[in-house]
C-alpha cells in the first residue's frame, strides 16, 4: 500500500558502530513462503517472516485470491487453497512498491481463468511489466495496461494454459519465477531457460513444497523443468535472515572508523552472496563465523570491522545478478574506499524500485564525489576513508535500497547526510533506524 507524506531523515558521523545486529527475515523468501503456502492445501507454518510492507501486501493479496493468512504469536499461518485453487479476487490488488510482489502474483494467476487487476505506489506503476507478461501470454494469458506496459493492469488468465518453454531475455528472478508459478495450474512440463544464474529460491522452495522439477547447466543456459499440477504437500519454514538487509550494518561497519560489528544467521546462497565476496576482493575485514547449513541453505554469522585499506575494484559482471540488489551501498563503500571501483553489466539497476545508477551518481555527486555512468555501467573514484563531504538531501525516489545507502553515507561522511523520504525503508527493513542506533549511529 502507498505510504504517507515524506518522512525526511538524517544521518550524521557516527562514533563506533558495535555490537550485534539481528536483521529481518529474506525479503524473497518471504514473499515466495506466502504465495506457495495459498497455493497449498493445508497449514503451512512460517517463522522469520520478514513484515516489512513488501511482505504484508503480499499477505493482503494471498487472502484476496482465497487463502487464509493469519499470525498467531510469532508465527504465520497459511491455509492455502491448492494448485489451480485460487478464487477471483473482488477487489484491484495493490501491490505498493512490490516489483516482486506484482511479478511472482501475475505468474500464480496468470493459468486461472478470471481477471486479476493489478496496481501498486507511484514507483511500481513506472516499473516495466512486459518482461512478465510476454511469456505469460505464451500460457495464454492476456494482459491490458497503460501505455509502455505499466500498471495499473488487467492480466485475464487462461483457462485453459498450455505449458511453455521459455528462455528468459533479461537475467530476473522475478521474470523465472512468474513463470513457473504460472507452470504450476498448467499441465504438462513448463520450461524457463536462464543464460545466468539468478537467485534460486523459487526453485529450491518449490522442490521443498513437492513439486517435480530439475535444474541442469547446460551450453544454452540453466535449464529449470517444472512438472505442472502437482498436489504441493504444507511446509514448515523458518525464513533465514536477509543478506540484502545485512549488507547494511556490515558496510556501515566497514566504513565507520573503529567500528566492529557481528550481523548473525545470514543466508550466503551463493546466488544472493555477490556482494560480500565483491568487499572481500576489495581488502574488507568480513569474515564468516559458525559456517553451517540451516534448511538446505548455506548461513553464517558475519563479522565487519571497520577496514580503511580497501581499494577499488572492478566487480565482475558475471556476479552482477549475485549482488543485484547490493550495488547503492556498494557504491557508499566505494567512496570511502581508495581508487576507482567500476561496476558493469548493470542495467537492471536502472529499472529497479528507481533508476538506481542515476540516484545514486547524483547524490554522490553532490556529496563531492566523481561519479561517471552510462548505459550499463558507472564508476565511482573513491575518496580514502573519511574523504567524503557529505552535506546534501538526497532524493530517494520511493526507493528504500537508496535511502539506507544514503543514510549510511551520512555515518561516515565529514558533514551529515539527509533523505528526503525515510518511509519506504518500512517496505524490506522496518527496524533500520533502531538497529543502526542500536550499534551506535546518530539520525535526527
Ligand atoms: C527478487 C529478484 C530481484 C531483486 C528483487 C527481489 C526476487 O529482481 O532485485 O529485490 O525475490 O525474485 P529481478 O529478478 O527483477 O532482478
Redesign the pocket.
Known amino acids: 500500500m502507498s505510504h504517507g507524506p515524506a518522512t525526511p531523515l538524517t544521518a550524521a558521523a557516527a562514533g563506533p558502530l558495535t555490537g550485534t545486529a539481528h536483521v529481518p527475515g529474506d525479503?524473497?523468501i518471504s514473499?515466495r513462503s506466502l504465495i506457495l503456502g495459498a497455493m497449498t492445501v493445508g497449514e503451512t507454518r512460517v517463522t522469520g517472516l520478514l513484515e516489512g510492507q513488501d511482505v504484508l501486501d503480499t499477505g493482503r493479496a494471498m487472502r484476496a485470491f482465497g487463502a487464509q493468512v493469519e499470525k498467531q504469536g510469532d508465527t504465520w499461518v497459511i491455509h492455502g487453497v491448492g494448485t489451480g485453487g485460487l478464487a477471483e479476487p473482488e477487489d484491484v490488488i495493490d501491490c505498493g512498491n512490490s516489483?516482486?510482489g506484482v511479478r511472482l502474483l501475475m505468474g500464480a494467476a496468470a493459468t486461472h481463468g478470471f481477471a486479476v487487476t493489478y496496481t501498486g505506489d507511484a514507483s511500481l506503476r513506472s516499473r516495466p511489466m512486459a518482461r512478465v507478461t510476454d511469456p505469460l501470454a505464451l500460457f495464454g494469458a492476456r494482459a491490458y495496461g497503460r501505455s509502455g506496459g505499466r500498471l495499473p493492469m488487467t492480466v485475464v488468465g487462461a483457462a485453459e494454459p498450455v505449458p511453455v518453454r521459455y528462455v528468459t531475455p533479461v537475467?530476473?528472478?522475478?521474470?523465472k519465477?512468474a513463470v513457473l508459478l504460472a507452470g504450476l495450474n498448467a499441465p504438462g512440463e513448463t520450461v524457463v531457460i536462464e543464460r545466468e544464474a539468478?537467485?534460486d529460491?523459487s526453485e529450491r522452495m518449490l522442490r521443498g513444497f513437492g513439486a517435480e522439477i530439475t535444474v541442469e547447466d547446460t551450453s544454452e543456459g540453466r535449464v529449470i523443468a517444472l512438472t505442472g499440477q502437482p498436489e504441493l504437500r504444507p511446509q514448515t519454514i523458518v525464513v533465514p535472515r536477509d543478506p540484502?538487509s545485512a549488507a547494511f550494518p556490515v558496510c556501515a561497519a566497514l566504513i565507520v572508523p573503529g567500528s566492529d560489528v557481528l550481523v548473525p544467521n545470514i543466508g550466503l546462497n551463493p546466488t544472493r552472496a555477490g556482494l560480500f565476496e565483491t568487499l572481500r576482493d576489495m581488502g574488507a575485514d568480513l569474515t564468516y563465523e559458525n559456517a553451517r547449513e540451516e534448511g538446505g541453505e548455506p548461513v553464517a554469522d558475519l563479522r565487519a570491522r571497520f577496514s580503511p585499506a580497501m581499494k577499488g575494484i572492478e566487480v565482475p559482471p558475471e556476479r552482477a545478478?549475485s549482488m543485484?540488489?547490493e550495488y547503492p551501498i556498494l557504491s557508499v563503500v566505494a567512496a570511502n574506499a581508495e581508487g576507482t571501483t567500476v561496476m558493469r553489466g548493470v542495467k537492471?539497476l536502472r529499472v529497479?524500485e528507481s533508476d538506481r545508477i542515476d540516484a545514486m551518481a547524483t547524490g554522490l555527486r553532490d556529496a563531492g564525489v566523481t561519479v561517471r555512468d552510462g548505459a550499463d555501467w558507472w564508476k565511482v573514484e573513491g575518496r580514502g576513508p573519511g574523504g567524503v563531504t557529505g552535506g546534501i538531501t538526497a532524493a530517494t525516489h520511493l526507493d528504500h535500497r537508496i535511502a539506507m545507502s544514503f543514510l549510511i553515507l551520512g555515518m561516515a561522511s565529514q558533514k551529515p547526510v539527509t533523505v528526503d523520504d525515510a518511509g519506504p525503508i518500512a517496505t524490506s527493513f522496518p527496524i533500520f533506524r533502531d538497529l543502526m542506533t542500536a550499534l551506535g549511529a546518530t539520525f535526527s
Do not use: C, F, L, Y
Open positions: 525479503k524473497s514473499h516489483g516482486t537475467p530476473s528472478a522475478q521474470v519465477s539468478t537467485r529460491h540484502s545478478a543485484i540488489d537492471e529497479k
